[in-house]
């Protein structure tokens, strides 16, 4: 089992920035590919970015390329995401989940953990 607790969310206005932690339990998170999804009000849980445990290879959405960047500390159990030059678009509940699989590391199907979320909101 793994427990995920996400923090790190707030108001900010847009082009501001904020970043998000997510700490997991157990002696085995450096195994784990981590990922952030997140969802706006009336909409589906959409990808945002992940990390690979071995490797480390980064993954992100388009919609956050070159804004964004996540990055895990293992010594900490914790994953983080930076997010900068923010927008009211991405403003939704953040959370955090945790998956072992090979494949489908931007979908929801490639994790088998979740946190409970953290709420963004970009003000224009």
């Known amino acids: 089992q793994v427990q995920l607790v996400e923090s790190g969310g707030g108001l900010v206005q847009a082009g501001g920035s904020l970043r998000l932690s997510c700490a997991a339990s157990?002696?085995?998170?450096?195994?784990?590919?981590m990922g952030w999804f997140r969802q706006a009000p009336g909409k589906e849980r959409k990808f945002v970015a992940a990390i690979r445990g071995i490797g480390g290879i980064t993954y992100y959405a388009d919609s956050v390329k070159g804004r964004f960047t996540i990055s895990r500390d293992n010594a900490k159990n914790t994953v983080y995401l930076q997010m900068n030059s923010l927008k009211p678009e991405d403003t939704a509940v953040y959370s955090c989940?945790?998956?072992?699989?090979?494949?489908?590391?931007?979908?929801?199907?490639?994790?088998?953990?979740w946190g409970q979320g953290t709420q963004v909101t970009v003000s224009s």
């Open positions: 157990g002696r085995t998170f450096s195994t784990y590919n």
């Open positions: 989940a945790a998956g072992r699989g090979s494949v489908g590391i931007t979908a929801l199907v490639g994790y088998d953990y």
